[in-house]
């Protein structure tokens, strides 16, 4: 999906390409996360994980 989306840019693949390898990994990247949210199933699933989320955010000390 990515390519395509790059491609429809004009971003070619070699130039896409370089970018990739600067970033780091999506491995890489949920590893360090302190949230991730999993938009493969339904709407209804990522809402509750969202709220989770949301929740959370309104019982730590953000806000101070």
């Known amino acids: 999906i990515r390519r ?3 491609a429809a840019r004009g ?3 070699s130039e896409l390409a ?3 390898e ?3 990994s999506a491995a890489e990247k ?3 996360a302190d949230w991730q949210l999993d938009n ?3 709407i ?3 809402d509750a994980q969202l709220s989770t989320m949301l ?3 309104s019982k730590s000390d953000l806000t101070k």
Do not use: N
Request: overall charge negative.
């Open 44 to 46: 209804d699933d990522l």
């Open 22 to 24: 600067r970033q780091m």
């Open 40 to 42: 493969s199933g339904s």
């Open 4 to 6: 395509a989306r790059a």
């Open 11 to 13: 971003t070619g693949v």
């Open 30 to 32: 949920a590893e360090r």
């Open 55 to 57: 929740e959370s955010f």
């Open 18 to 20: 370089a970018r990739e």
